[in-house]
C-alpha cells in the first residue's frame, strides 16, 4: 500500500470528523436560536394576553377587584374561586385567556405563582413564560404554558436528533467506504505483488530444468560422456526434470483453468493402492538422491474410489513435492492411505521445517507463501496447496493440516468414497 493512500485515507477520516463537528456544533446552534425565539414568542404571548386582561378588567366595579385581592391575601382557595366567580372577572379572564391555542393554555397565577384560573386542565403541562399584572391586580400574573412534547422547541430538539442522527449515518458510511476501499486497494496491491512473485518464481521454477536438460543435452550431444554408466546418469537427470518441467506446467495450466472457471473433473472408479504409487513414482530419483526415507502404508482391501485419478495424483504429488522441498534434518516422507467411515484418508507427513499455526490458515491461498526467512530460499510458485484444496473441495471433500515448527507437517485429502 502506498503512503500517498494512507495519507488520503487519512485525510478522508480527518475530514469526517471536522465535518461532524461543524455539523453538531451548526445543530446546537439552530437549537439554541430555536429556543430563544420561542421563549421570546412566548413571553409576547403572555404580555399581551396580560394586557388584554388588564384592559377588560379596568371595566371590573372595584369592590369586586378589592374582594378578588383580599381573597388572594389570604391564601384561602374557595374566597379565591368565589372572587374569581364574579361576572366582570369571569368576563376579563375568559376573554383574555382564551385565545392560547391547542397546545397553549393561558393561566391566571396568584403572587405565589400559583394557577387559579385556566380554561383547561393544565394537568402536566409545564410554564415557559409569564407576564406580570401591572394594573388591577399587582404581583399576579399571567402565565403560558405548553402541554409535554407540543412545544416547538420539543419540536426542535426531535428534527436535531434526526438531522444529527442522519449526519452520523452519512459520517459512518464515508468512513466505512473510505476504510473498505483501503482495505481493497491494499488487497489488490498485494495480489498484484503476490501475482509479480508469482510470476518470477514461475519463470525461476522454468529457467532451472530447462537449463539443466539443455546442459546434459548438449553434453551427451557433443559426445563428451564416453562412460555409459554416466549417460544412463544423465538420462535420468534428464528425464527427472522433464517430469518436473511437466508438473510445473500442469500446476500453472490447471490454476488458470481453476481462476477461468474451466477446470472439469471427470471421475471414475479407481484403485488407491496403484495411484499412490504412481504419484511416488516420479519422485524416486530426487527421494534417493536427497537421502529420504520413504514409509508408504496402504489399507489392505481399500475399495476403488470415484475420483478423478489425474487430479487426485497431482494434488499428492504436490503434497510430496512440498514435503520434499521443506524438508529439515530428519528427511523422511510418510504417505498412507485408510477409509474412515465414508471417507478415503490420503496423507502425506515429513518431518521437516513445520508451519506455524497462525499460518494454517493461509497457506491454501492463491500465491500465498510462508514469510518465514528458512522457506525462502526454497522455489515455489504459491499456487500448489491452493490446488490441492480446489481439488478435494471439488471431489466434495477438504483438506486439513497438522503442523507444528520444526517438528514437521501432515497434510491429509479426506475425500468421499462414494
Do not use: C
Amino acid at each position: 500500500m502506498t503512503t500517498f493512500s494512507r495519507w488520503a485515507l487519512v485525510a478522508v477520516v480527518v475530514a469526517a470528523a471536522v465535518l461532524a463537528g461543524l455539523g453538531w456544533i451548526s445543530l446546537r446552534q439552530w437549537e439554541r436560536s430555536a429556543e430563544s425565539a420561542f421563549r421570546e414568542q412566548a413571553r409576547d404571548m403572555a404580555t399581551m394576553a396580560a394586557e388584554k386582561f388588564e384592559m377588560v378588567l379596568r371595566g371590573a366595579p372595584e369592590p369586586v377587584i378589592a374582594r378578588l385581592r383580599a381573597a388572594a391575601a389570604t391564601g384561602d382557595p374557595r374566597a379565591v374561586e368565589s372572587a374569581l366567580a364574579e361576572p366582570a372577572v369571569r368576563e376579563a379572564l375568559e376573554s383574555s385567556l382564551g385565545g392560547g391555542g391547542a397546545p397553549t393554555i393561558l393561566a391566571l397565577l396568584d403572587p405565589q405563582s400559583r394557577p387559579v384560573y385556566a380554561r383547561e386542565s393544565l394537568g402536566a403541562a409545564q410554564r415557559v413564560a409569564a407576564a406580570r399584572l401591572r394594573e388591577g391586580l399587582p404581583d399576579w400574573q399571567i402565565g403560558l404554558y405548553q402541554q409535554p412534547g407540543a412545544a416547538p422547541h420539543v419540536t426542535v430538539r426531535r428534527q436535531v436528533m434526526l438531522f444529527s442522527a442522519a449526519l452520523g449515518i452519512l459520517l459512518v458510511v464515508i468512513v466505512a467506504g473510505s476504510v473498505t476501499t483501503y482495505r481493497l486497494t491494499r488487497r489488490e496491491s498485494e495480489v498484484a505483488r503476490l501475482k509479480a512473485d508469482f510470476v518470477a518464481n514461475v519463470s525461476h521454477d522454468l529457467k532451472t530444468p530447462l537449463s539443466v536438460i539443455r546442459m546434459f543435452g548438449e553434453t551427451l550431444e557433443m559426445g563428451r560422456v564416453p562412460d555409459q554408466a554416466t549417460r544412463e546418469e544423465y538420462y535420468r537427470v534428464i528425464t527427472r526434470e522433464s517430469e518436473r518441467l511437466s508438473r510445473l506446467i500442469d500446476n500453472v495450466l490447471d490454476f488458470s483453468r481453476i481462476e477461468g472457471g474451466r477446470r472439469t473433473y471427470e471421475r471414475a472408479p479407481t484403485p488407491v493402492e496403484p495411484l499412490v504409487r504412481e504419484s511416488l513414482e516420479p519422485f524416486a530419483y530426487p527421494l534417493a538422491q536427497g537421502g529420504f526415507k520413504v514409509e508408504v502404508d496402504v489399507a489392505a482391501d481399500l475399495p476403488d474410489v470415484m475420483i478423478d485419478a489425474a487430479a487426485v495424483a497431482q494434488a499428492l504429488s504436490n503434497l510430496v513435492d512440498n514435503a520434499i522441498k521443506y524438508a529439515g534434518e530428519r528427511k523422511t516422507v510418510r504417505v498412507s492411505a485408510a477409509v474412515v467411515g465414508d471417507r478415503l484418508m490420503l496423507a502425506v507427513a515429513d518431518e521437516g521445517i513445520g508451519i506455524a499455526p497462525a499460518e494454517h490458515g493461509r497457506i491454501f491461498e492463491k500465491f500465498y507463501r510462508v514469510g518465514r526467512s528458512d522457506t525462502q530460499g526454497r522455489r515455489g510458485s504459491g499456487v500448489g496447496l491452493a490446488l490441492v484444496r480446489h481439488v478435494t473441495e471439488a471431489h466434495g471433500g477438504r483438506v486439513t493440516v497438522e503442523s507444528t515448527p520444526g517438528m514437521g507437517s501432515r497434510f491429509t485429502l479426506v475425500l468421499p468414497v462414494r
